[in-house]
């Protein structure tokens, strides 16, 4: 049963930072890739990293670029979402998520229960 685990959220100050995990489980975790969403009250599901599994190819989302990034442990089945000079628009509940698949495709079979990270003064 593949499960997923995110933890790390919490409130933080604009400029902060933010590191984000998410445990696996249920599933050979270095055969494939694995994203991080979000989703802001009011807004659509936004896909902002993915990290494929073999070939070390990332996506970041425009609105991340240069601040957010992901890497994966494969000994811990782990996948992290590391979050520098975040902003209020940053709020939002982050998930990780996977479609069992060894590249970033756009959709996701399989999701977390996701974390809220909160950017305020």
């Known amino acids: 049963q593949v499960q997923l685990v995110e933890s790390g959220g919490g409130l933080v100050q604009p400029g902060g930072s933010l590191r984000l995990s998410c445990a696996t489980s249920g599933f050979t975790f270095d055969y494939y890739a694995m994203a991080w969403f979000r989703q802001a009250p009011g807004k659509e599901r936004e896909r902002i990293s993915c990290l494929s599994a073999t070939d070390g190819r990332t996506f970041y989302a425009d609105s991340v670029k240069g601040r957010f990034t992901i890497s994966r442990d494969n000994a811990k089945n782990t996948v992290y979402l590391q979050m520098n000079s975040l902003k209020p628009e940053d709020t939002a509940v982050y998930y990780c998520?996977?479609?069992?698949?060894?590249?970033?495709?756009?959709?996701?079979?399989?999701w977390g229960q996701g974390t809220q990270v909160t950017v305020s003064s």
């Open positions: 998520a996977t479609d069992l698949l060894d590249f970033c495709g756009s959709s996701m079979s399989y």
